[in-house]
Nanobody, 126 residues
Framework: QVQLVESGGGLVERGGSLRLSCQLS????????IAWFRQAPGRDRELLAA????????YYSDSVKGRFTISRDNDANTAYLQLNSLQPEDTAVYYC???????????????????WGQGTQVTVSS
């Protein structure tokens, strides 16, 4: 059974940065593509970024491209999301998810990911 634990969220001022971590346990991380989603109150869950099993393919949504960076360290069984130039509209609960994809693939829909973390709150003050 795969378990994911996010950390690194918190309160930051406009323009600030955070680095979120997603620790995977139970299986080797290299067997899964990893994605980061977020969900703000009253809004649908939104895919932000995804990274393939080896890290060779990366996807970003238009809303975060150029500000957020996804990465992974398979030796550490950990994925990361670097959040820069944060704005109040980035306030949400951020989730990581793992999916058993082909080597260079990622999923683009939340229902395709099998495993989810509990989420970490990011709050950006104005």
């Amino acid at each position: 059974q795969v378990q994911l634990v996010e950390s690194g969220g918190g309160l930051v001022e406009r323009g600030g940065s955070l680095r979120l971590s997603c620790q995977l346990s139970g299986r080797t991380a290299s067997a899964y593509s990893i994605a980061w989603f977020r969900q703000a109150p009253g809004r649908d869950r939104e895919l932000l970024a995804a990274i393939s099993r080896s890290g060779l393919y990366i996807y970003y949504s238009d809303s975060v491209k150029g500000r957020f960076t996804i990465s992974r360290d398979n030796d550490a069984n950990t994925a990361y999301l670097q959040l820069n130039s944060l704005q109040p509209e980035d306030t949400a609960v951020y989730y990581c998810a793992a999916g058993a994809t082909a080597t260079l693939a990622v999923y683009y829909s939340d229902f395709e990911y099998n495993y989810w973390g509990q989420g970490t709150q990011v709050t950006v003050s104005s």
